[in-house]
């Protein structure tokens, strides 16, 4: 089995895959309500406990830090917690599943596996990945909430966290892939 993890410190996007690239799991661990970064990790091992009591992980991918500051989007603390706590996630998966994990940076994960980003599309990177998982695995429910106000009220759209969950499974795609 192959786990895929896209870590932040509010969403930790996960896949599995078995060894033929079908897809076993894909699913988040919601961090939001945990206070600390000691709280967060903790939640995320003993979920990543969980998993591997169900399903036996042979390699483990993870997102890539991202590498460089760009103005206007995140900040440099919010650069450096996200490194710190992908830094703890990561000796935590090692620690659980006694595997070292691939680094695997994201963009070129994409690249490999042919998801072309339109830059003039309305929709952003994230819906348009999602769409991309969302056409490999059509049978996969993705899940989704209802509005309940604005002038959107009554639609239903998918939850903030499916995009995490996309990027897991590019991450687990490419890990497949490459063996």
Not at 22 to 28: D, K, S, V
Not at 41 to 51: G, Y
Not at 80 to 88: D, S
Not at 154 to 176: G, N, Q, R
Request: some cysteine; proline content about 3%; overall charge positive.
């Amino acid at each position: 089995m192959i786990l895929g993890l896209d870590i932040s410190t509010s969403v930790v996007g996960v896949c599995i895959l078995n060894k033929k690239s079908e897809l076993l799991l894909l699913n988040y661990i919601n961090l939001e309500k945990e206070k600390s970064i000691f709280d967060k990790a903790s939640k995320f091992k003993l979920e990543l406990e969980k998993l591997t009591s169900k399903f036996e992980v042979k390699k483990i991918g993870i997102e890539e830090n991202l590498q460089a500051f760009r103005p206007g989007l995140s900040s440099a603390k919010t650069i450096v917690t996200l490194a710190r706590f992908n830094g703890i996630c990561s000796y935590i998966s090692q620690e659980v599943l006694n595997l070292t994990p691939e680094f695997i940076n994201v963009n070129s994960a994409r690249k490999n596996l042919g998801i072309k980003i339109d830059r003039k599309s309305s929709k952003n990177t994230k819906e348009q990945v999602q769409e991309f998982v969302s056409s490999l695995e059509p049978k996969f429910s993705w899940p989704t909430r209802i509005l309940k106000s604005g002038p959107r009220k009554d639609l239903e759209v998918l939850i903030k966290e499916c995009y995490d969950m996309a990027d897991a499974y590019i991450i687990a795609s490419d890990l497949a892939a490459r063996e």
